[in-house]
């Protein structure tokens, strides 16, 4: 698969679990943190999952 497609999907399924863990009351923080042990990002690159925190 090309780069840009795996981004797409990467992004796409960090959306899907910001939106899971906002609706188990999860705060902010533990949902980056979260996001961040679960596609092996760093702390700073998970950050970019606020922007799905509606």
Do not use: H, P
Not at 9 to 38: C, H, N, P, W
């Amino acid at each position: 698969m090309c780069q840009a497609l795996e981004e797409i999907e990467i992004k796409g399924k960090i959306e899907g679990s910001v939106e899971t863990y906002r609706e188990f009351i999860l705060s902010l923080q533990d949902t980056i943190q979260r996001i961040a042990e679960k596609f092996n990002l760093s702390l700073q690159k998970s950050e970019e999952g606020r922007k799905y925190w509606k």
